[in-house]
């Protein structure tokens, strides 16, 4: 997340889901991929676009429009907050498209829960909880999400969700050694919709690292 310096930098800096929109939008007509369409939905806004018109597709490759376009989105989202996801779906009977997934509004939070190996929790406790991408929040995680499924996640954060019982959940998705569950202050912070989990686990993220007076053991 960026260090923002005064609160007059904050007002004209703090996230925006409308402008990054725009902008992503307009970096998916440099690359030739014009038509694309947004709908919000469950983690955020969508950015989507057919390729069934493009060459490639047919051969389960994706069109150089696409390569072009995921090299001009990680080089925006490795200097902006916004854009989560981006997902290239090919040979499928339903047809052929490219998605990007952007942080839509605030999630509101008082207290949210993290889970984590034992060794992890003294440093966390004395230092906080730094952003990270989500497979360094867990001993193992699902590789669902970058395998075979072909999302690559773009955004680094602090992984939680909001009760104690969901946390316990987690074991579901997770391989824990020795779990513990940490409580976190979620107040000072703020928080968006996590895409990466399912809709029923309520995950959700936040870019800002947590400070370590607000985490503790339960």
Known sequence: MKILESFNQFIGEAYSPTNTEKTIMSLFDKAGLEGASSYK??????????????EGPSKSKAPKEVVKLQKLIRTWAGKNDG????KTSLGYSSGNEFTVTLADVEAKANKVYHKTGRKNVASILKNGMQSKKAHGHSDTFGSGVTGSNDTEQLYSATFAVPSKGKAKELDDYFDFVDPVILEINAKPYTWYQ???MPPDMKSIFSYDDIKPEDIKEI
Request: aromatic content about 10%; hydrophobic content about 50%; glycine content about 14%.
């Open 41 to 54: 939905g469950y983690g955020g806004i969508m950015i989507s676009v057919s390729l069934d018109s493009f």
């Open 83 to 86: 854009v989560l996801t981006m």
């Open 194 to 196: 996590d895409p990466l």
